[in-house]
């Protein structure tokens, strides 16, 4: 049977834990809890309801003072590393402070030991907790909500993409998801592979785009080299901007094409298509 990871018997009152609580996941999966009636707490360094920074451990015992479950987000993949992970440490800490349950938003590929999440995967599966993993592909709010949005502003979508192509999932499908292993058992021991329905390139992406926004974008395939440029000369860290080269040129390979059966294996239902998605945030007005 189904419980509400809320109150466990009379007078407990058991938060769920919102990490990246206003990034694209976590804040819908806070306004859906929200409106079913279970207690969120959203946390992050900024904003949310309790600050919490993963690099300073003494803000996680008030952030997990009463917790019962917890969704789990590295926001930043090039601090996933550490022995262990700052993320690993934080799950440990939530467990011994009394959370149940654990949903830990991860990547694809985190069973190879060389990924960044994969120590973080290992110490969620033995923490004791019941756990569940997301491994979602590139999320289509990325051209709306991340880095992709000035560009397509700017009417130029210039990657070194190819002719690859990507299942962009909805960071609704995630959250959707995420709140049905965080409020339902039978998720527990699972790990979900989410995608949308079918892979697309950045040439028919941009198309969509342009034709739901009304507004001219043109796809560029340019080179990992041109691509590198183009950051560096925008001040992103060289480090950094070289690691999202190597990431976005791997979708020339066809590297990221495999579609995953997580949003209908844990939801019954299809994954929204990206058709769909651009019609929805053309109206909101970002592209505009
Ligand atoms: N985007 C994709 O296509 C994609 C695909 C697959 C997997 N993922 C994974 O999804 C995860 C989330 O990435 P995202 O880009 O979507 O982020 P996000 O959830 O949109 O936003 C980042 C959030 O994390 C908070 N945050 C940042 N640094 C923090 C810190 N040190 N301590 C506590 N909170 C912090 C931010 O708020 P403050 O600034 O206020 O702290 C913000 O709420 C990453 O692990 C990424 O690898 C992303």
Redesign the pocket.
Known sequence: MDRPVGPRFPGEVKNTLI?????????RIATALTAAGHPVR???????DVR?????PTTWPAALDGVGAVYL?????H??GGDPP?LARLATAAVESGARRLVM????GADDEHH??HATEQTVRESGAEWTIL?????S??FS???WLPVIRGGTLALPTGDGRVP??D?QDIADVAVAALTEDRHAGQVYELSGPRAIGFGEAAELIAKASGRPLEYVAVTPTAYLEQQLANGVPELIARRFTDLVSSVSTGAHEALGDGVERALGRSPRRFEDFVVETAASGCWS
């Open positions: 990490l990246a609580g206003t990034g694209k996941t976590g804040r959203t946390v992050s360094r900024t904003a949310g919490l920074d993963l690099d300073d987000v590295e926001p930043n993949p601090a996933a700052r938003l991860s990547a694809p960044p999440f491994r979602p592909n590139w999320f709010q990325n909500e991340d880095f962009f999932v960071a």
